[in-house]
Each structure stands twice: as C-alpha cells, then as structure tokens.
C-alpha cells in the first residue's frame, strides 16, 4: 500500500508539473534547440563529407596565401604581394568607411528634409516632398548608375577641373583635395586640440545641469567654439605654423600630390546617403506629427521662438519615435553598400569575390562575408539601443 501511495504522488507530481505552463515552455525549448542543433550538425556533417568525397579543399588556410591582385583604393597599405586575409580586411574597411560617413550625411539630409517637409513655406515643403517622393522610390542600383554616369561622363576632364576652392579640383577622375603632412611639431597642437574638446563637452554638460535645475539656457555656440577654436589658434601660432599641407598640383596628363576621393566612392557615397536619408525624413516627419500639438503651443507660450521649438522641445520628444525605424535604415544602408561591386568600388563583397575566384573556397568565403557583415549590423544595433534608451521619456 505504502509503494502504490507512493508512485501514486510521483504520477501526480508529474502530471501537476506538466500542467504548469512555464515548465511545458521551458520544455518545448529545449526539444526546438535540440532539433534545430541536429539539424545543424547534420547539415554540417554533409557538406564536409561531400566536399571530401569530390576532393575539395576545405579550411581557412588560404587567408595566408599571397593575394596576387591589386586593390585600387584602400584605408591601410596594400600591395598584391600581401595575404588574402589582409586583403579581406581593406575590403571590410573599405565597407565601413563608406557606412559611417553614408549614415551621417544620410542623417543630416533626412533631418533637414524631415523638417522642411512639415514647413509653412509652400516651396520649401513642396521641394521637399518632391525629394522624398522621387528618390525612394526609384531602385538603389539605378541611382548608383546615374551618379556614377554623371562623374565619369559629365565631369570635365582633369585638365579642366571644377575648383569650388583653391586647391580642390573636381573632375572625373574623381575630388582632389589637400593632405595634411604629419609632422612630430604637431603632436602638441593634437593635444591642445584634444583638451579643448573635451573642456567644450563638459562645459555642454555644465549648461544643460544648468538649464535643467533654474530653467534658463546659458549660451552654447560662441562659448563652445571659443573653448575650441581660441586655444587651438593660440598653440598654433606659438608652435609656429606647425601644420603643412601636400596641395595636388596639375601636371601634364593629371593631378599629382595631395589626396583624392575616387570617382567609385564619391558616387557610392551620394547614392547611399541621398537614397537612405529620403526614408529618414519620413521618420522624421512622422516623429514629430507624434509629438501632440499642445507642446508647441505651450513652448510658444513660454515665448521660445520657433527654432527654439523644434530644438528644445519637438525633436527631443520626438527621438523615442524617431529612433527605432531610423536603425533599420543605417542597416539597410550598410548591407546596401554591398552593391559598390556594380560600380567598380572594392568593398568587402568585390574583394571577398576576387578572393573566392582565385582560390575556389565559396564556403568560406561566403561565410566570411556573412561573419562580418552581421558582426557590424550587431554592433550599429546595440548602440541604437543603447542611445534609444538614452533619449527615452522618463515617466514619473
């Protein structure tokens, strides 16, 4: 009796815990994860057995091996002698550069536009809408062409270059500008400069722990920039001039000296950010039509004038809105820079590609590319986040 009463509470200690809904969930996950890792292994266990069976050859060896080909334009040296490895890697800096510079003009265009979208100046709204209207409907790949078509066929050529400022030239052979020559003089000029800019933030936080507790806005813009700009000037001419420009200078058939922003990139820079920042501005515009009405009303009460408005008291209630989608963006944007290769610009995909084409390792390679594009797509994710959280509403 004794051991049938006791199986009898076993049974129904068991029957008790299936029912309890958490510990059926938690249950159900551990048999998805377990199907899903045999299917992983099954899957992985296939491929190496094929590619063993048709004797192809598998590892990341090949990242050792001379790379043999030259890359056009990259952020560290490189030279066809170099490893496939470090060519994957000016590839990779390639994307990144274009990405971060994509998504700050990208973010000024769709502020501005966001902005001139809901203007009371009839043309000003009007060009605006025409803007965003046009450019976010008409497929990346073919505004990528247009810009490139019109550097490299519309441009005049290097001998009749466009100069806006002594010592920018534009042509189509691409933006000619000044180098900066690096000189162990500047390095106490760098630290001044450093300093300046960090006693310029602490002064903005100053201002703002000010602003909050008596409700008064000290100024901001000539304090800034004279913390900025008045010790930096100062150390300049102290140190005597140290700084030293390389000026491209025309010869015969081109440019020679200074620096140049290749006709591939300028167009990849454009299309991405032109493109990217029409879808911003409408999330933008939709964050501050979701700010209520009475804000600005009240803010206009207080005498704030209407820039004041917009930046002490719409945009900031309007980020929590603004935010989450604009992410999806600067994703988009960044996988979208993919598509550089149709335009000649050697971005990860262009060298990751070459790379597979010489040495036949497609798995790797692709798994490459998959590796490092998620790993930036991560890290852009998790700083939206973080700042969204920033910029969120307290509630009290």
Known sequence: MATAGLSAQRTGGLGAAWRNPRVRGIIYQIVVVGLLAALIAFLVNNTITNLAIRQIRTGYDFLAQQAGFNIGEHVIPFAPS??????????????????????????AIGVLMGIARLSSNWLLAKVAMVYIEIVRNIPLLLQLFFWYAIISQLLPNPRDALVPVPGFALSKMGLQMPALIYDPGQTPLVIIFLISMIAAYFYYRWARRRQAATGREPKLLLPIIGLIV?????????????????????????????????????????????????????????????????????????????????????????????????TSQYLNLTKNSSLAVAIGYPDLLSVTNTTLNQTGQAIECISIMMGIYLVISLAISLFMNWYNKRVALVER
Do not use: C
């Not at 590839?91 to 971060?100: A, D, E, P, Y």
């Open 82 to 107: 170099d490893s496939y490895g470090r060519a994957i890697v000016v590839g990779f800096l390639n994307t990144l550069k274009v990405s971060i510079l994509g998504i700050i003009i990208a973010s």
């Open 230 to 326: 008045l010790p930096t000037l100062v150390a300049y001419l102290v140190l005597g001039a140290p700084l030293h420009f390389d000026v491209p200078t025309f010869t015969r058939f081109n440019y020679q000296g200074g620096t140049s922003i290749t006709p591939e990139f300028l167009a990849l820079l454009v299309g991405l950010s032109i493109y990217t920042g029409s879808f911003i501005a409408e999330n933008v515009r939709s964050g501050i039509l979701g700010v209520p009405w009475g804000q600005s009303e009240a803010s206009s009460a207080l005498g704030l004038r209407r820039g004041q408005q917009m930046r002490l008291v719409v945009l900031p209630q309007a980020l929590r809105i603004i935010v989450p989608p604009t």
